[in-house]
């Protein structure tokens, strides 16, 4: 799941996204309104965290600038504007959930859950299945043939990805941009690593193999029979 921050404060953006990035989401960090609008309206997003108080447009504003784009996101506003006045604007803006800080992240996590799970509710499924691989997208779990997989968060994202693209052959580029939120280098072997370590828990004692190497190409993630 992807999610837009939209927060002009360095340490509190930077705290979002690492936090939100090891919950198990791909996030993006837009640090004024007309980037996060830009943004917003040219990518799909699973939910937008939205301060108000922001250079060139303000959280009203770009709230307003995409639902006049037809973008129906959800929007969570996370801000320091604890006025019941503020609170009912942002509502009937259009935004879905209002968070005032300070928060505790833990709140903030349930609240982006929530969020998540609902703009998603019948659109999309909330278990992933390749052969007997099993992924609870809801619980945060993944099985195989009835036995639970313990993953990383990273582990977790990554194989999100992969079966969602299931069949489908992903870069290390790809892979990099969407788990690690980062650009690929040719000299670091971490989406390798990852992979194997990954494979090891997924197919090691299983058939059939899920994950292959496509050799010079990157991976992909189905039953070959």
Request: aromatic share 6%.
């Amino acid at each position: 799941m992807k999610i837009l921050i939209v927060e002009d404060e360095t340490k509190t953006g930077d705290y979002l996204k690492q936090g939100l990035t090891e919950a198990g989401f791909v996030t993006d960090l837009a640090r004024d309104g007309w980037e996060g609008l830009e943004l917003a309206r040219a990518r799909p997003y699973d939910l937008l965290i939205l301060d108000v108080m922001l250079p060139g447009l303000d959280g009203w504003q770009v709230l307003d600038g995409l639902r006049r784009a037809g973008r129906d996101t959800p929007v969570l506003f996370l801000t320091a504007r604890d006025a019941v006045a503020d609170r009912v604007k942002g509502l009937e803006l259009g935004a879905d959930d209002y968070l005032v800080k300070p928060f505790a992240f833990a709140e903030l996590l349930a609240r982006v859950r929530s969020l998540t799970r609902r703009g998603r509710a019948g659109i999309e499924p909330t278990v992933l299945r390749v052969a007997d691989l099993e992924l609870d997208l809801l619980r945060r779990r993944a099985s195989r043939a009835g036995e639970r997989i313990d993953l990383t968060a990273k582990e977790f994202a990554l194989l999100e990805l992969l079966m969602r693209r299931q069949g489908e052959v992903l870069p290390r580029s790809l892979i990099a941009s969407q788990v690690w939120d980062m650009n690929f280098d040719s000299d670091t072997n971490v989406i390798d690593v990852a992979v194997r370590r990954l494979r090891a828990k997924v197919d090691d004692g299983f058939e059939p193999k899920l994950i292959h190497t496509v050799r010079g190409m990157g991976y992909v993630l189905e039953a070959v029979a």
